[in-house]
């Protein structure tokens, strides 16, 4: 498997550290709001990979943390006038919930900083022993960034660049300006720790250091998070911990791309917002995944609502596909012809594409491009009269099944039971249109019952009824059944 190394800048064979086993580290949310679409696709990018590594025969030990204390939690809590623990509570649990319905698998481990205050001194006591750190008369502890010579090697910062814009806000006591703050000094109102230098706060950059080095041990195989974390949060975290423990942090460290707002950075100062819960609003969960692995994990990602229309399109052709697979396959009589050899050679390259584009720094957007070229070939199967009744067109058909069994292990989407799923994509198309379903069943109910009664006007004007309504009738021999025009 080839991963893309930030570290590096380069694609790289990826070989754990111990054999068969993985372990990584991802950077979870900060609590204090409901989490926006830019937590989702990094959630989502990681649960993949995870999946995948797994897939791969590893033992993956993956712990994503979340930040209980913080600037903006301790703000929050301000303003509702709540603790800050409540504040974290809240939209951890939220979090969660949010997660849950994008089917991201929960985190082997998933600590909260203040349960590591502890392991956060210790590093800070390391640190200062060794000259990378010192402490101010006021209780602040800060990282000396020029002890440490690789300072910049993962974001490719110059320090003379960045020390040119570096300033030294008021009341801070550092050395340089360029010295980070691994310990604050208690400020009233704020939660406080005991520490060798008084009572204060962890900075934000350490918490990350101490837990995994305290869950996972050193080096981990994979560090990863958002395209924004690489400077200053990364930079900062393998400083602090190899000129702590003088050894190398993380192998690999991996990142995903940003998410646009209809070709805009998203951002609260431009309205543009977007949280995972007003996309609940518009779409299924399930869509918002799909969506989310249409592109390279690396890639910028444009969010619109026509992009979300589009993932929708392509994943009820994807589940149409399923259900008629399944209705196929439940016919009894079957003749004795093969199925031809080119065909079974033909899903055994895109079976092999699929995997290829997983392996190739997990490209899920090539991948579901495999995915749709079986998709296209149980359409030649089951249109093939012939082909679709015989048992070499059903062998086809149930390694299909299979196929898509092991693709939902991995990318997490196609898992739903078709018929049931099609018919939510139908109802949640049909609200965002301001239709009303239990109106639309009311409506076909009484022109199947003119329909027995051999009321044809009555029949035929309710039909237009329903048309007007924006809805498409087909009558089949089990019924009619409607969708959005």
């Known amino acids: ?44 990018v990681f649960d993949v990979l995870v999946r995948h590594l797994r897939a791969k025969g590893l033992a993956v030990h993956f712990t994503r943390n979340f930040t209980d204390v ?53 590093l800070a006591e390391r640190l200062i022993a060794s000259g990378h750190a010192y402490a101010t008369p006021s209780g602040d502890v800060y990282f000396r960034v020029r002890s440490f ?34 310990w604050k000094a208690a400020k009233p109102g704020e939660p406080t720790w005991d520490s060798p230098w008084g009572p204060g706060r962890p900075g934000w950059h350490l918490e990350c250091s101490a837990m995994s080095e305290d869950i996972l041990g050193l080096p981990i195989d994979i560090h990863g998070g958002g395209q924004d974390l690489i400077f200053p949060h990364h930079e900062n975290e393998i400083a602090q911990t190899e000129a702590a423990a003088g050894t190398d942090f993380a192998k690999f460290w991996v990142h995903n791309g940003f998410v646009n707002i209809n070709s805009e950075k998203m951002s609260k100062s431009l309205g543009n917002f977007i949280t995972i819960r007003n996309i609940y609003e518009y779409c299924l969960p399930e869509v918002l995944r799909f969506f989310l692995l249409s592109s390279h994990y690396r890639s910028p990602l444009d969010y619109s609502t026509e992009a979300l229309d589009e993932s929708e ?46 392996d190739d720094d997990l490209n899920t957007a090539a991948a579901l491009g495999h995915v749709f070229g079986i998709v296209r070939l149980a359409g030649r199967v089951t249109d093939d009269k012939g082909l679709r009744k015989s048992q070499g067109g059903k062998a086809i058909l149930e390694r299909i099944l299979a196929d898509f069994e092991r693709f939902s292990q991995e990318l997490g989407v196609f898992g739903s039971e078709p018929a049931a799923f099609l018919l939510a994509l139908r109802d949640s198309k049909a609200r965002r249109k301001g239709i009303d379903a239990a109106k639309v069943q009311e409506l076909l109910d009484a022109r199947q019952q003119a329909r027995k009664e051999k009321d044809f006007a009555r029949s035929d004007a309710l039909r237009d009824e329903i048309a007007a309504l924006g809805v498409e009738v087909k009558d089949t021999p089990t019924g009619p059944v409607w969708d959005v025009a």
């Open 70 to 122: 913080d600037d903006k939690i301790i703000r929050r809590a301000q303003e509702e006038g709540a603790t800050s623990e409540a504040v974290s509570q809240k939209y951890i649990a939220a979090f969660h919930e949010d997660m849950d319905k994008l089917a991201v698998l929960r985190a082997d481990d998933e600590p909260r900083a203040t349960g590591y205050i502890t392991q956060m001194i210790a």
């Open 313 to 358: 399109k392509g994943l009820r052709r994807i589940y149409a596909c399923l259900a008629l697979v399944r209705e196929t396959l439940a016919g009894t009589k079957w003749s004795a012809s093969p199925a031809p050899e080119a065909l079974a050679a033909e899903l055994s390259e895109l079976e092999a594409a699929f995997d290829q584009a997983m």
């Open 149 to 182: 010579a690789p300072y910049g090697k993962l974001s490719g910062r110059n320090l003379e660049e960045l020390r040119s814009g570096a300033r030294v806000a008021p009341g801070e006591e550092k050395d340089d300006p360029l010295d980070f703050a691994l």
């Open 1 to 44: 498997m080839q991963l893309y190394n930030t570290l590096t800048r380069s694609k790289q064979p990826f070989t754990p550290v111990h054999p068969g086993r993985v372990n990584m580290y991802v950077c979870g949310i900060t609590a204090y709001d409901y989490c926006h679409i830019g937590h989702a696709r990094s959630s989502v």
